[in-house]
């Protein structure tokens, strides 16, 4: 009996370089980490100028050089110790708050976590004292010596990582290819230049330039200029500025307009008091702000950032410092949707330049392979090259009569305008000259209606270009933005059914409405149970009319079972509202006069939102006068 008792292990205290190697696995998961934990270094230190440099992914070699306030020779003794920092100072009673933290790294563990793991040198020169260097191998240090110090300026530090992983061999078996691990570092770099304009910060790659950031000025524009070199043009062409301040949280930076959308959230970049994080709330948050302008599978870009006091915000959370926890998440949650839905509805009918560029870039330029229909040959004698062709005058001077079309543009015809078919098919409707009632074209963002083309699309004239609108997707977006101001003023009026619906459902799902009846019945949807696994809906909101109840309900358990109950619900509404707007617009097809067009026109005007549709498609295109005279080699 006694030979089966276990004997009592001993408890021994790990050996500092286990113990290095134990923290360097949680701090420093992969090169693109290392890199992090650098720059922030360097950011802390004051740089002004940092320059990053890997090979082979980072995982072969690591250089990053700054021109901040430097080390002593002293200094890079203790650095290299566990737990040593100058980022956290204590009190006049030895206190040291680790709630109040202004700077990017302060566990003092990224350096001895990475020279237990790599051969690294550093060498660092602080204002006032002679340039020294260090050695590290797995953790054994050799120096501090003098050294010649080649940094980016007189005062900084330059470090080297050589081999990382190197020390343990299982870790570096789990990297990536060389590929993924430098995209990884490229993607670290970046966020860290967004978080930081003003300095500029440069990386190579295997000897090649990969990003090179010129420091910009203090201020929005400075971080605009930052971003759009990050984000690209389209992005700082079509960001909207937000600034907002809510009980002691500041909310900056720009989000982009609803018809600039991506596929995925790559492209949604978040700041708190400087720090890129990955949190999921606040990606959830810019979700809910657009979602009453995008469709679910369509993400808008954005970059924000979130200014508050450290007590209130928790960066500790992870020992890579990419989550935080807020104090107050319910103030950052509704700063945040109520800034960037108020900046939403300043943009009023503007749409992204790059549904213009995209419509220009399908525009083909090809040669003519049968005769120009609208064209007059000119008569034998007279022959002529083509340029001098081209120059023959337009007009009633001609032997041949104009075209219909062309005739009611000059004001020749008194009578109403033609409709011209093509097989048999409706094709185009050209107005006459604007009346007075109408305006003229630089009196109107969207011009004076001209046409209409067949019979889904006016085509407006501008003070310097054409806008072509959608009439069914403008006028969509219209009726909606009214059904929601009737909701806003009145509530939403419950119509009973004369006779009640009843849903069958599985118990589990019926359980879940049900729970929120009280919710669906402030919305205009009244429900009760009708036995097991159904539902009796005895009213529907009077603002949609005719609805399929029964198909609503399904769809609301469906949600219920995947996403945040009261988020989807919001969602589910709204997407009812914009399906019976889009029921009750004009349709494609529908034949308009120039009344109606022009009407359609300033009412897009007046309302906010109205350059994309509810699912965040454009309403409209915007050619300038000079896009279309690059198309024809007018200009260059």
Known sequence: MADSVRSRPEIRKLPPDVVNRIAAGEVVER???????????????GARRISVSIEAGGLKRIIIEDDGCGMSADDLLVALERHATSKLVPDDGGRVDLLNIHTMGFRGEALPSIASVSRCSISSRAAGEDAAEVFVEAGRMEGPRPAAFTGRGETGTRIEVRD???????????????RA?????TDTVKRLAMANPHVAISLENNGRNSLRYAAEAEGAAGQLARLGAIMGRDFRENALEIDAEREGVRLSGFA???TLNRGNAQMQFLF?????????????????????????????????????????????VHPAKTEVRFRDAGNVRGLMIGALRHALAAAGHRASTTVANYALGKVKIEEATSPNLWSVPPAPERQASPSSYYRQPVGPDLDQPLPPSAAALHGL?????????????????????????????????????????????????????????????????????????????GGVKRQALLIPDVVELSEDEAARVLERADELAELGLEIEPFGAGAICVRATPALFGEMDAMGLIRDLADDFAEYDAGLALKERFEEVMGNMACRGSVRAGRRLNGEEMNALLRQMEATPHSGQCNHGRPTYVELKLADIERLFGRRG
């Open 164 to 178: 990382l992983f190197y020390a343990t061999p299982a870790r570096l078996k789990f990297m990536k290819g060389e």
């Open 413 to 489: 015809s008194e009578a109403p305008p033609p409709v011209f078919r093509h097989d048999g098919a409706p094709s185009a409707r050209v107005e006459p000259g604007a009346t007075p009632a109408q305006g003229v074209p630089g009196d109107f963002p969207l011009g004076v209606a001209r046409a209409q083309l067949h019979e889904t699309y006016v085509v407006a004239q501008t003070a310097d270009g054409i806008v072509i609108v959608d009439q069914h997707a403008a006028h969509e977006r219209l009726v909606y933005e009214d059904m929601k101001r009737q909701m806003a003023a």
């Open 31 to 45: 090169p693109a980490a290392a890199v992090k934990e650098l720059v922030e270094n360097a950011l802390d230190a």
């Open 256 to 258: 982009g307009l609803p």
């Open 272 to 316: 708190v008091n400087g720090r890129p994080v990955k949190d999921r709330m606040l990606n959830g948050v810019i979700r809910a702000a657009y979602q009453d302008f995008l469709a679910r599978d369509r993400h808008p870009l954005a970059a924000l950032f979130v200014d508050l006091d450290p007590e209130y915000v928790d960066v500790n």
């Open 181 to 185: 691990e430098a995209m990884a570092v």
